[in-house]
């Protein structure tokens, strides 16, 4: 993994064209998901803040190499810290996030404070610790905050302070808003994607710049860093508390796309889903956390929905038993078994491929170059390096 | 005073669970180095040998229900009964200490497989990837046990014998209505008996030695012409061993599901550090100490005082102790301090 995170100088004016792109690519998301079959509101916000979620995971992961297996945590944390604004304040959709972001910014701070005394696997074990703790104690002791097993939802009879005072219509539990225009359907999702691209410069910007490449150095050798004068304390805890706001920006938007908070968001294996996403797309790239959490998220929305009768369709050509087979054997790998499949994609992207996507995309890219300019240029195209 | 002890032996009972898998974990960490996230599958795995040996022992066949004599009632009689008569419903009846028994090569196998297959490959990679790939493979068994044994909890009896309560109170001379289920004690005594023998066997076996001599210098026992790596393998095919009897002797109180192994490997994890990583010892002593603790912290006195602390004692205890010290209770110098 490390080989793949190295440093890439690049110029402003690239930058931009970057921007511009992934900007043009995300805003048109409803165009070129219809093909695929990915053009539902809802699936469109999952890419969106899941990517979110990924590309701030992505920034303490794939920068300094701390495993955190605790990340769903803030994720809930800032759930839950949304739904409070929309019971207790507003509707309005920037103060949910903005608050979401602030409360995981301050468990950030305390986990991180905490948790960074430690690296490598008691890191990961720690952060862990903590998390499952948020997790139980949302079950247990804070279902006053948390209302328990049966999540924190709107209700009719919710203050919401600051929209009674504008006179807003009481009773119901109207959706949540942008000043005056509903974020349901594609609104959401637009709401969604210019967090994303924001999300996504705030990364490129780190990426660029010499904090980040401080986090790279910390990443291929702390020790050696420290000899250099450098605290590096700090500038972990800084990546590390940026990392939690992220993924309290992405619990947030999904209290905004749809207002409920339960405490499932929290627990390990959620974190893990994380990881895996990051890892998929390749730790340590700019877009590729956002990939792999696209992919995973189309895959389990495609996968799940398969059932045998749509297999025996597909396998419907072949001879009887045959189909029986395929059908037996390719069900286990679908709908509920979608699990499986995610597994021993996980494993096999790890065992063959720990760059993830974006090494494969690189591979690929370089064997064609290679193949075009002829043998003689084989070394030279082994050490260009694309940004990202 | 009873419901003391009455929590301590529970205590006692979930931190000898905890500390089986702990003790494979560190086994594992201190031999290959590798820090393996599907111990808790292996577990898992141990657990539902008895649920299938028991699944085969119980064949059936459909036969005419003698008792019932005003209509034509067909009930099912497992093969073993027809043919050995009372031997084979008594052999049913221990189905689990039998899986105990057949878990042994079984449990052995599958870590050798699992060894030589996956984590052979992953010696020199880091953590985090071995943390990955293994976190991997816990979902992927999780799942095929799920395809074959669904999602819902198989619930698995004691032998009749060992099924009853004890009456504890009565044996220790205090009050008469303590009892405690037999069962638990057994299991008690049997994770007593794993440790013990997996601490024989490194501490009073030469090939024990040779294996401890490998994890304090591979390298060197290497040059001395010995073929470490075999009995490294080896050693996984224990700790594979003891997780599995750990997981099939807890079925009776706990009925196993697909994802029981990763709810104890968290635990577990948790166990391994506070004990230490790479400490045999440690990680048993803090198996129980965590379970015991856990069980206390369950206790209404206690719950009144510290709400909510039954939930998160485990976690907190190890926040407290990496941060006060890093090596854990019993940790080595020099293995994986940061």
């Known amino acids: 993994m490390a080989s793949i995170t190295q440093f890439n100088p690049s110029t402003p004016k690239r930058d931009l064209a970057i921007m511009g792109i992934f900007a043009l690519v995300v805003l048109t998301a409803p165009i070129w998901a219809t093909p695929i079959g990915a053009n539902y509101p809802d699936l469109l916000q999952r890419f969106a803040i899941f990517g979110i979620f990924a590309i701030g995971y992505n920034l303490l992961f794939g920068l300094t190499g701390y495993l955190s297996f605790g990340h769903a945590a803030f994720l809930g944390v800032g759930s839950y810290a949304a739904v409070w604004i929309f019971k207790l304040l507003t509707m309005n959709?920037?103060?949910?996030?903005?608050?979401?972001?602030?409360?995981a910014a301050?468990?950030?701070?305390?986990?991180?404070?905490?948790?960074?005394?430690?690296?490598?696997?008691?890191?990961?074990?720690?952060?862990?610790?903590?998390?499952?703790m948020s997790y139980r104690l949302a079950y247990s002791v804070l279902t006053p905050i948390t209302n328990g097993e049966t999540g924190l939802t709107l209700a009719g009879s919710d203050p919401r302070v600051i929209d009674a005072l504008f006179g807003a219509a009481s009773g119901g539990t109207p959706p949540p808003s942008l000043f005056g225009l509903e974020l349901t359907g594609y609104a959401a999702f637009y709401f969604c994607a210019v967090m994303l691209i924001l999300a996504f410069w705030v990364s490129l910007k780190i990426f660029r710049s010499p904090f980040g490449l401080k986090l790279l150095a910390i990443k291929s050798n702390q020790t050696?860093?420290?000899?250099?004068?450098?605290?590096?304390?700090?500038?972990?805890?800084?990546?590390?508390?940026?990392?939690?706001?992220?993924?309290?920006?992405?619990?947030?938007?999904?209290?905004?796309?749809?207002?409920l908070a339960g405490a499932e968001r929290m627990v390990w294996t959620a974190s893990g889903e994380v990881v895996l996403m990051t890892i998929l797309g390749g730790a340590g790239t700019l877009v590729g956390p956002l990939l792999g959490a696209a992919l995973i998220k189309y895959a389990e929305n495609i996968f799940s929905a398969i059932n045998t009768s749509q297999l025996t369709q597909v396998f419907g050509f072949l001879p009887e038993p045959v189909t029986d087979?395929?059908?037996?054997?390719?069900?286990?790998f679908v709908g509920e078994g979608w699990h499986l499949t995610l597994g021993l994609l996980f494993m096999a992207i790890v065992i063959f491929l720990p760059g993830g996507m974006m090494e494969g995309l690189r591979r690929i890219t370089g064997l064609?170059?290679?193949?075009?300019?002829?043998?003689?240029?084989?070394?030279?195209?082994?050490?260009?390096?694309?940004?990202? | 005073m009873d419901t003391l002890l009455l929590q301590l032996l529970n205590g006692l009972d979930k931190g000898g669970a905890y500390a089986l898998i702990a003790l494979g974990l560190t086994l594992v960490f201190g031999t290959l180095g590798v820090v393996n996230f599907a111990h808790g599958a292996l577990f898992m795995l141990g657990a539902f040998v008895a649920v299938s040996v028991n699944a085969l022992l119980t064949i059936s066949q459909k036969v005419r229900d003698e008792s019932i004599t005003a209509f034509e009632a067909y009930t099912t009689k497992p093969y073993l009964e027809i043919w050995l008569g009372d031997f084979g419903e008594q052999i049913i009846e221990w189905s689990v200490p039998i899986s105990a028994l057949v878990a042994i090569p079984v449990m052995l196998l599958v870590g050798l497989v699992m060894e030589r297959g996956l984590i052979q490959y992953f010696y020199k990679r880091t953590h985090a990837e071995q943390i990955l790939?293994?976190?991997?493979?816990?979902?992927?068994?999780?799942?095929?046990i799920k395809v074959f044994f669904g999602a819902n909890p198989i619930s698995q009896s004691a032998p009749p014998a060992l099924s009853g309560a004890a009456p504890l109170g009565a044996m220790l001379g205090l009050n008469e209505n303590l009892t405690y289920p037999w069962w638990r004690l057994v299991y008690l005594l049997c994770s007593f008996l794993i440790v013990c023998s997996v601490f024989a066997f490194l501490k009073l076996t030469t090939y024990g030695m040779v294996v401890r001599a490998g994890m304090a210098d591979r390298e060197m026992v290497g040059l001395l012409g010995i073929n470490i790596q075999r009995r490294f393998t080896v050693v996984f095919g224990i700790a594979a061993i003891v997780a599995g009897?750990?997981?099939?002797?807890?079925?009776?109180?706990?009925?196993?599901?697909?994802?029981?192994?990763m709810n104890f490997l968290v635990l577990s994890f948790v166990v391994v550090v506070v004990g230490g990583m790479g400490s045999l010892g440690g990680a048993v002593s803090a198996g129980f100490l965590l379970g015991i603790l856990q069980s206390l912290a369950s206790m209404s006195l206690v719950k009144d005082i510290a709400p909510g602390i039954d939930q998160v004692i485990i976690y907190l205890i190890a926040v407290v102790i990496l941060l006060t010290r890093p090596r854990g209770l019993m940790g080595r110098k020099g293995v994986m301090e940061v």
Do not use: H
């Open chain 2, 245 to 261: 009897l750990a997981g099939c002797l807890y079925t009776p109180i706990l009925p196993p599901d697909y994802n029981m192994g």
């Open chain 1, 325 to 332: 087979l395929m059908v037996g054997v390719s069900s286990l």
């Open chain 1, 368 to 388: 064609i170059k290679r193949r075009r300019s002829g043998p003689s240029a084989t070394e030279n195209s082994a050490v260009t390096q694309p940004s990202e």
């Open chain 1, 224 to 259: 050696r860093m420290r000899f250099t004068g450098y605290n590096t304390r700090p500038y972990v805890l800084t990546v590390f508390v940026i990392s939690g706001m992220y993924a309290g920006l992405a619990g947030s938007l999904m209290a905004v796309t749809d207002p």
């Open chain 1, 93 to 103: 959709a920037i103060l949910a996030v903005a608050f979401g972001v602030l409360v």
């Open chain 2, 133 to 144: 790939v293994t976190f991997g493979l816990a979902i992927v068994l999780g799942e095929i």
């Open chain 1, 106 to 132: 301050v468990f950030a701070v305390a986990i991180g404070y905490v948790a960074l005394r430690r690296a490598g696997i008691y890191f990961a074990i720690l952060t862990l610790a903590f998390a499952q």
